[in-house]
């Protein structure tokens, strides 16, 4: 019997569910990465393989910030940075990190930025 460690365990979501997420031109995939310090996403165009817009949490703007304001704020940052781009609708990979806490409210942040997610 295999017994597998959390991080694969989470390695192994993480790819069932990239199996299914693709991003396009129209409607990138945000892929999220969630760190013991902080978050990081991007808009990536699958068919094209590039990254449309990032956002890190040790920006300086955001570094300053509390942990929880700081996953909030990038969320809004990384939708100002898509609308400049012209995506208003993506398609969301939380990377195989369950869907709550700074996952969720980086999602939250992002649709009340006016991203379809």
């Known amino acids: ?3 597998l460690t959390k991080p694969q365990r ?5 790819r069932r569910v990239r199996a299914k997420v693709s991003g396009t031109a129209e409607r990138p995939r945000v892929s ?5 310090r902080g978050l990081c996403a ?5 068919a094209a393989g590039r990254t449309v817009a990032a956002v890190n949490w040790f920006e300086p703007e955001l ?3 509390a942990t929880a ?12 940075r898509a609308q400049k781009q012209g995506v ?3 398609v969301f990979d939380r990377g195989g990190y369950p869907y709550h ?3 969720r409210s980086f999602a939250e942040a992002m649709r009340e930025s006016g991203i379809t997610i």
Do not use: C, P
């Open 10 to 14: 989470r390695l192994k979501r993480r």
């Open 42 to 46: 991007q808009l990536i165009d699958d």
């Open 1 to 3: 019997m295999t017994v």
């Open 88 to 90: 208003s609708r993506a």
């Open 69 to 80: 304001e700081r996953t909030v704020r990038a969320g809004k940052l990384l939708a100002e």
């Open 32 to 36: 999220v990465f969630r760190s013991n």
């Open 63 to 65: 570094r300053a910030l």
């Open 101 to 103: 806490g700074h996952v």
